[in-house]
């Protein structure tokens, strides 16, 4: 599997910005009006994301922030990166 810098997600790093997000998990996009619930991981991936759109940095942030191997990680948040880019994106 690829490293997250490799990883070919191009996205306006507005709609981030955009998405009201609870602690809860509860994600909302206003522009669409359209709702979708999360995880913890996944409310940390998208707050990050929010602050920088930059998946070098956010590889990094990973690495850091989470234990375990380092290509199962990156492959769980590739996954949710293409879920994001189908749903959200």
């Known amino acids: 599997m690829?490293?997250?810098s490799t990883y070919d997600f191009t996205f306006d790093a507005d709609?981030?910005?955009r998405l009201a997000l609870s602690d809860s998990g509860f994600v909302f996009d206003p522009v669409t009006g359209k709702s979708y619930t999360?995880?913890?991981t996944?409310?940390?991936l998208i707050k990050q994301l929010q602050k920088n759109p930059n998946l070098d940095a956010l590889h990094s942030q990973i690495l850091r922030e989470f234990?375990?191997?380092a290509t199962v990680i990156e492959r769980?948040?590739?996954e949710f990166l293409e879920q994001?880019?189908?749903y959200v994106l």
């Open 15 to 17: 709609v981030f910005k």
């Open 42 to 44: 996944g409310i940390w």
């Open 76 to 78: 769980n948040v590739m």
């Open 38 to 40: 999360v995880n913890d």
């Open 84 to 86: 994001i880019r189908q």
């Open 2 to 4: 690829g490293h997250l």
């Open 67 to 69: 234990e375990g191997e």
